[in-house]
């Protein structure tokens, strides 16, 4: 691993493989001359310690396609002969081509353009690449060269990502406080010129209301945030960011590069009041509709049952209800909103059957209001007829003789 210099030079140093090639221990006449990795003899004991392997044991021979333990242990030259096994440094030694690949690191964000083929080594043919890639493998006595010289790379820019973030404009919405942020990335970088831009928020009338300062992405292409704090607002509100590129002359460009939006919900709709809707009350009886729970409209696909917020008061919003005949009317009976939003229903006996609906008006510590229609279903009243299904026991009686029967029961005892 190495990294480059200001002028993007590099240079990857390997080690080398011991032995003229993979599958060739060096030059052998089999008389006089010989590589030493044809050897039997053992490796001085701090030879083999530093190459990792056992003293007392490890053989020249045992070099073989062993990775060097430094570039200058053993000899590039690759002929190199020591028949007598006199020293490492006589050792040949190679570099591997045949699995060597260079590729780069820490560069998500950026498009790599590369001499290798994709992700198979095959550097052999690249002499014909884009940069001119070559490599050198040459035997010759003083002149032994192995190297791959002009592998070069080249990063474009991803695409140009502009986003504000967490909220956005159709399900996550802002209420007033939260702080939204914007993400920029795929820029020049400050490495490819004096690239400057800047990011404003506009409102719905295309009036700026903030701008952070003109800055320089960073070596990733990244421009720092531009925070923004939601305000209050009266009614839903969307505010838009826009990313400028900066002249020369330190003006904005006509055009914003890229823009993205949130919106900002008012306080209210924080909370949505939701209550039961499958209450009954019989005429002429009463029953209490439980307090409502709370749900985050924000969150569309999550219905909360949040406890009421605290100083929130509950009343009914008017005198009329809506009746079952879907007009607008006096409830035949009494309804009363209590302090916790729970709601007493009493019908009168002779109210009409159906469904009703209560309006009630729900008030945050803010001022600012909701009001629910509440739905319950007045049901019918039993009489004591309704209720009771009485009968008698057969008795038998003699002609001329009286029997008195027992009294009726009903079916159910």
């Given at each position: ?99 060597a690949y260079v590729s780069l690191e820490g560069v998500d ?15 052999d043919d690249a002499g014909t690449s884009w940069t001119g ?37 159709f399900g996550n919405f802002a209420s007033s406080g939260d ?235």
């Open positions: 691993t190495t990294t480059t210099d200001d002028n993007g030079q590099y240079r990857l140093q390997f080690n080398g493989t011991y032995g003229k090639a993979y599958n060739d221990r060096g030059y052998n006449d089999g008389a006089l001359l010989a590589s030493n990795l044809y050897s039997d003899a053992l490796l001085p004991d701090n030879v083999a310690t530093a190459e990792g392997m056992t003293p007392g044991k490890a053989k020249y021979s045992d070099l073989f396609n062993r990775v060097a333990s430094s570039p200058e242990v053993g000899s590039w030259y690759r002929n190199e002969t020591d028949k007598k096994a006199r020293s490492i440094d006589k050792t040949p030694k190679h570099v591997n081509f045949d699995w964000r950026y498009s790599v353009t590369t001499p290798y083929y994709g992700n198979k080594f095959a550097f890639f070559i490599y050198n493998n040459t035997t010759a006595p003083g002149a032994s060269m192995q190297n791959i010289v002009r592998a070069k790379f080249a990063l474009s820019l991803d695409e140009l990502s502009f986003d504000v973030t967490p909220y956005d404009s702080t939204v942020k914007t993400v920029t990335t795929g820029l020049p970088s400050a490495d490819l010129g004096n690239n400057r831009y800047q990011i404003a928020w506009f409102d719905p009338e295309g009036k700026e209301v903030k701008a952070c300062n003109i800055a320089i992405p960073d070596n990733t292409g990244t421009l720092a945030s531009c925070d923004f704090e939601a305000p209050n607002v009266k009614e839903a509100t969307t505010y838009t960011a826009r990313l400028y590129a900066i002249d020369t002359e330190g003006e904005r460009g006509s055009y914003p590069m890229s823009q993205d939006a949130f919106t900002v919900l008012p306080k209210t709709t924080d909370y949505d009041p939701v209550y039961k809707d499958d209450t009954k009350v019989v005429q002429g009886s009463s029953t209490t509709i439980p307090v409502p729970t709370f749900d985050d409209p924000r969150t569309k696909d999550v219905v909360e049952t949040n406890a009421t917020p605290k100083d929130t008061t509950f009343e009914q919003d008017g005198t009329d209800v809506t009746l079952p005949d879907g007009t607008k009317g006096a409830f035949p009976g009494t309804i009363v909103v209590n302090d916790d939003g729970s709601i007493k229903v009493t019908p009168n006996a002779d109210a009409s059957l159906g469904s009703y609906q209560v309006p009630v008006k729900v008030t945050y510590v803010d001022g600012s209001t909701d009001t629910v229609s509440v739905p319950f279903e007045v049901t019918e009243r039993l009489t004591n007829a309704d209720e009771n299904d009485p009968s008698y026991e057969g008795v038998s009686v003699t002609k001329g003789e009286s029997v008195t029967s027992e009294s009726p029961k009903n079916s159910d005892g």
